[in-house]
């Protein structure tokens, strides 16, 4: 056993394990556009048709040629015939001429002769077939051209994007009412320790609950992943080895979990090298917290030995399995991110990057971060944090007032 | 009908409607925490128990009596008598006296007369029986005592909280495999317009695709309720006024998502005042856009009208809709912001909130928001934007250089 791990830093760990994760999508399912949302699309999506397909008013108002209302003003109104009213949907069969009007809701079909809307609000009806127009209005004002938005064959929407509300609009506007999305990696959640017992089961003095496992399912699933939980194996290298190979025979991904004994660690790191190709890539990240974590990839699969202190465990699992997940999937990491003014000075070192506790609160309308001070192993250090700041390798801590970046839970 | 809408500034406007929403939850369903995430509580947890119920080692090392190292120096270590190792998970009988060790690893029980950890990078093996400590440790240093992390009875998650990972692992910690959360309401999705066709069919020319009612609704799933599609009903006062009373019938809120002819919009108000009291308290908000929007209450149900145009209905949705479905499930909105440095000049008016899309990129470290001009109506607006920012009412627009809030879609 060697007391001190070699530590790569956090960016150089990323890039050499990131060019062994298969870039996706690998698997994809097509899903109505109602249940796309937040989801990855998994594949481009190109506009079929001119949209809006015609000529379109984007004011309520008459349409006309925009020459017959050239030098109108308020003293001398545009004089215009009002030769109807174009129904919302109707495909109209009006041709406008000069000195000619049709009144058009918004959304309405600019008739034919037509290359204008006038504002309601600068219209005056002088009696039932007379409009007074007291602006003048330029060619395409108030009008959407009828390939002036989309035009047939424009790439909308490319693979890789996680689907917002608008985009899901765009979708039913160019009439796609299902997309290929991305279908998350299994990703199997093993916990190690002797210490450790089920949620469902009561402690003894010297055990603790195996509350990890839980925190990384749910963060698993928050990003899209299908995770499982393998439960707890007891820190013996035979029944350690058995279960990672065959949770990674099984999963796209495996994560252990880690109790905190010794013994432990070098079963898991073994039992992670027995695994294949190229194994072990990374023991050792100049973070805090999160210094002990493997990252390793077998057989195409990214296998994770993650700390074994709870928020260690999700700091690390942020930094290097939500974006794994995110790139199998084909899509990039979207995180939940802040900004906010450090409300006191934090220490740090040179040559280590450190994750940060915080938590905000608004004064005179600044977000402030308060930095969130507990053991490490503290629960109520968990509940009470909005966040996570990181401190750059590079300084020996910020300042209070600074500017700060927040990844929120 | 009125061609100008008497306008209510937007704090106003949502001061005067909230009221009237019935505070939830309303609903809630027992789920294991596993699948919590981004659930709202539905009840306060208060632990059941002290944790971590015992002393527990922070650190990787050797419990000791703190007062053996006091002096201790590399030049001159303590030299304390090992009396063994405790392993992970067990009940440790030892009891250590003056100048004796146990070697613990990080989360293992505290032995008895022993008062804090020495880190292990501080000690050296001289012999199988005696440890040489080269610093001191004050007392509970690397120790976590019974009570100190969580006491029982301590109120430790509200209700009203979105549950992120780091509750999932409190609750775990705590032994709590269940909560009760909030069920989101149902939403009734109305479309009107005769101009609308559903995304499954072909649009003729003065026609287009219903494409509001699918970013609503995903935009509703995305906020916790349960949306439902009611399709699209024709301009024409009878037809509104059934469906809107049915779904208000059958739902716990209900939005019209509005077509653009102007018949329509009265049809709209109508239907909605004779649903019940206080029927429609805001019709013409002072925004831009979503000027045309109603907001009412009937029966203690909201019912919202929302503008045709997709980013309008968007931006109306995020203001209104998606707290009162947030106030309904007993918890507080969780908005998607960020801040970023505004990349051009953007004019507004005095009296008007303005919300402008924006698309978002970094440069030299710093986020920018680059503001998206298109006409109203564009679909293509849509896909590009990140985000909308916010133009106060009191200032007549935003400089280039200007910080800004962005609500991220």
Redesign the interface.
């Known amino acids: 056993m060697s007391?001190f791990l070699s530590l790569t830093p956090r960016a150089e760990a990323w890039d050499k394990f990131k060019q062994y994760i298969k870039v996706g999508p690998h698997e994809s399912e097509t899903v109505n556009?109602?249940d796309?949302?937040?989801c990855i699309l998994a594949e481009d999506i190109i506009s079929p048709a001119d949209?809006?397909?015609?000529a379109?008013s984007?004011k309520?108002g008459y349409a006309v040629r925009a020459s017959s209302t050239f030098g109108a003003s308020q003293g001398l109104p545009a004089l215009l015939t009002l030769r109807g009213r174009i129904?919302?949907?109707?495909?109209?069969k009006l041709s406008l001429g000069q000195h000619e009007c049709a009144a058009i809701?918004?959304?309405?079909?600019v008739p034919e002769g037509a290359d204008a809307v006038v504002m309601?609000?600068m219209c005056e009806a002088i009696d039932d077939e007379t409009i007074a127009v007291t602006h003048s209005v330029a060619p395409g004002e108030n009008v959407?051209g009828a390939k002036?938005?989309?035009a047939s064959g424009t790439l909308?929407?490319s693979q890789g994007r996680r689907?917002?509300?608008?985009?899901?609009?765009?979708?039913?506007?160019?009439?796609?009412?299902e997309v290929k999305v991305a279908v998350g990696p299994k990703v199997a959640v093993i916990s190690t320790?002797?210490?450790?017992v089920d949620?469902?089961?009561?402690?003894?003095?010297?055990?603790?609950?195996?509350?990890?496992?839980?925190?990384?399912?749910?963060?698993i699933?928050?990003c899209g992943g299908r995770?499982k939980?393998w439960g707890i194996v007891k820190?013996e290298s035979l029944a350690i080895q058995e279960i990672i190979a065959k949770a990674h025979r099984e999963s796209d991904m495996v994560i252990v979990s880690g109790?905190?004994?010794?013994g432990?660690r070098d079963f898991t790191r073994e039992s992670i090298e027995a695994l294949g190709d190229p194994g072990v890539l990374i023991h050792g990240v100049a973070i805090k917290p999160g210094k002990p974590t493997i990252l390793a990839v077998a057989e195409g699969k990214p296998v994770f030995g993650l700390p074994?202190?709870?928020?260690s465990s999700?700091v690390v699992?942020n930094l290097f399995v939500a974006p794994a997940i995110a790139m199998w999937m084909g899509g990039t990491l979207f995180r939940?991110?802040?900004?906010a003014r450090l409300s006191a000075n934090v220490a740090s070192i040179i040559g280590r990057e450190d994750y940060v506790s915080v938590k905000l609160r608004i004064e005179d309308g600044e977000?402030w971060a308060d930095p969130v001070f507990t053991?490490?192993?503290?629960?109520?250090g968990?509940?009470c944090?909005d966040g996570i700041m990181r401190i750059p390798d590079d300084v020996e801590g910020v300042e209070k007032g600074d500017r700060i970046r927040v990844t929120l839970?």
């Open positions: 007391l556009i109602c796309a949302i937040d949209l809006p397909g015609f379109r984007t309520d129904r919302m949907g109707e495909q109209t809701a918004t959304g309405g079909m309601i609000e959407v002036e938005d989309i909308m929407l689907l917002r509300p608008p985009d899901i609009a765009a979708l039913a506007a160019m009439g796609v009412p320790g002797d210490e450790l949620i469902w089961d009561t402690p003894l003095p010297g055990q603790v609950r195996d509350m990890n496992a839980y925190s990384i399912y749910s963060a699933k928050a995770p939980l820190d109790g905190s004994s010794i432990e074994g202190h709870p928020m999700l699992f939940r991110e802040t900004q977000v053991k490490s192993a503290a629960i109520s968990l509940v944090a839970f």
